[in-house]
């Protein structure tokens, strides 16, 4: 099994930064490539961005590429949100096992809220 824990939800104003972080912990083999998921309200969770298990490939929905960055240290993974909008107000979610480009694999964290004021 594997375990993902996020950390670094918060208000942010429009226009502004943020990082949020996902540590993995478990039965993490060499092909267990992570990503960023969120579900604004009333909306269905949405990919957000993937990383490679090496952390040299990444993909980006259209929504945020530009603005948003994902990264990845080991069992880490960072996604870097820049020029955040009211629009980007949501609860992000760690993914793990991802099939890359975006589809989501099993294993979830528990959640962060990140909520943009405008």
């Known amino acids: 099994q594997v375990q993902l824990v996020e950390s670094g939800g918060g208000l942010v104003q429009a226009g502004g930064s943020h990082r949020l972080s996902c540590s993995a912990s478990?039965?993490?083999?060499?092909?267990?490539?992570m990503g960023w998921f969120r579900q604004g309200p009333g909306k269905e969770r949405e990919f957000v961005a993937a990383?490679?298990?090496?952390?040299?490939t990444q993909y980006y929905s259209d929504s945020v590429k530009g603005r948003f960055t994902i990264s990845r240290e080991k069992n880490t993974v960072y996604l870097q949100m820049n020029s955040l909008e009211p629009e980007d107000t949501a609860t992000y979610y760690c993914?793990?096992?991802?099939?890359?480009?975006?589809?989501?694999?099993?294993?979830w964290g528990q959640g962060t809220q990140v909520t943009v004021s405008s």
């Open positions: 478990g039965r993490i083999d060499g092909s267990f490539a």
């Open positions: 993914n793990g096992d991802v099939s890359l480009p975006r589809k989501p694999g099993d294993y």
């Open positions: 990383v490679s298990w090496s952390g040299i």
